[in-house]
């Protein structure tokens, strides 16, 4: 998958939108909160919540250590940055963005959340 792929993937979401927090790096927030880092421009990876802690999240870890790593600074909160380009298949990838909306939308207070379609 590519990262423009992504990206609109990620933008197709309900209430989904862009920001640019970081000056240079994407990411893709519903509400108030991200649910998909996507770095800078020639980042191939997607950052995606991909478990309530550690200890789920390290199952990406185990399937594919050469593409599934702990996102920096919020890792140990279940947080794994993907890599777009390596083994993982693209509906793999898709299924871990589709499971960071869900678990973000469910955190969300209820006026922030999307219109049910």
Not at 36 to 44: I, K, N, S
Not at 66 to 78: H, M
């Amino acid at each position: 998958m590519t990262r423009d792929g992504m990206l609109a993937y990620c933008l197709a979401k309900p209430g989904a939108w862009e920001d640019r927090p970081w000056e240079g790096d994407v990411v893709v927030k519903v509400g108030s909160r991200i649910f998909a880092f996507l770095g800078g421009p020639d980042a191939a990876t997607v950052g995606v919540k991909c478990g309530p802690d550690r200890d789920v999240a390290d199952e990406w870890l185990h399937r594919y250590p050469a593409d599934a790593r702990p996102a920096a600074y919020i890792g140990r909160s279940g947080w794994n940055t993907l890599r777009l380009d390596g083994a993982i298949d693209d509906d793999e990838l898709r299924e871990a963005v589709d499971a960071s909306y869900d678990a973000i939308v469910a955190k969300l207070p209820r006026r922030e959340r999307p219109a049910a379609s």
